[in-house]
């Protein structure tokens, strides 16, 4: 199914750890997103792409890592787990700028 | 960079009445405005979107204004169900910045 799929759905992790979450997009986007979703507090940038090797920083980016080496993939990595990266993930993409995202469904993520 | 508020919180109606959620941003510059559902357990969904060469833009029961001058944007669901019972967001600033959101309840 077209969309965008990302694994894992959930994550316990212990504090120190790394780990990365997948992100897969087969719609032929160029932009894709990383959020983060805390309660109370929306959805925070916390890096995005505009295409296969070209990455920035949004709004909370320390402490992940990101690269696109390919137009579908677009993972996430957590360098050091802490706490305070408990929180639920969603990668989204688009066609461009100021188009619709389409959004995965998420990973949740427990750091303890 | 940009700055959106989103009002209120949280919205209670009953089945058959409007909802009106409100949003605002601060940069001159955003030129669209997306709003998306997002239901339990679930990423958020696209359901209406409106760029700034047009004040209004209407879809079945949902429509959303704006009003470029006052840096407000609207999103008005008509005729509500239980089924729109979630969690609403709007976004601006090319959808790197997004509210709060707006959890809203339809009573039967």
């Known amino acids: 199914n077209a969309g965008v799929t990302q694994t894992p759905k959930f994550q316990v992790l212990k504090t120190g750890q790394s780990m990365t979450l997948q992100c897969a997009q087969d719609m032929n986007h160029e932009y894709m997103s990383w959020y983060r979703q805390d309660p109370g507090m929306g959805l925070r940038l916390i890096h995005y792409s505009v295409g296969a090797g070209i990455t920035d920083q949004g709004e909370v980016p320390n402490g992940y890592n990101v690269s696109r080496s390919t137009t579908e993939d677009f993972p996430l990595r957590l360098l050091s787990a802490a706490p305070s990266q408990t929180s639920v993930y969603f990668c989204?993409?688009?066609?461009?700028?100021?188009?619709?995202?389409?959004f995965g469904s998420g990973t949740r993520l427990t750091v303890v | 960079g940009e700055n959106v508020e989103q009002h209120p919180s949280t919205l209670s109606v009953q089945e058959g009445d409007s909802a009106v959620i409100k949003c605002t941003y601060s940069?001159?510059?955003?030129?669209?405005f997306p709003w998306y559902k997002q239901e339990l357990g679930k990423g958020p969904q696209l359901i209406i979107d409106?760029?700034?060469?047009?004040g209004e833009k209407k879809d079945q029961r949902i429509a959303v204004t704006l009003n470029k001058t006052a840096k407000h944007f609207s999103l008005h669901i008509t005729e509500t169900q239980p089924e729109d019972s979630a969690v609403y967001f709007c976004a601006a600033g090319h959808q790197f910045y997004f509210g709060t959101g707006t959890s809203l309840t339809v009573i039967p």
């Open positions: 989204a993409s688009t066609f461009g700028r100021d188009y619709g995202y389409t």
């Open positions: 940069d001159s510059a955003s030129n669209y």
């Open positions: 409106i760029r700034s060469n047009v």
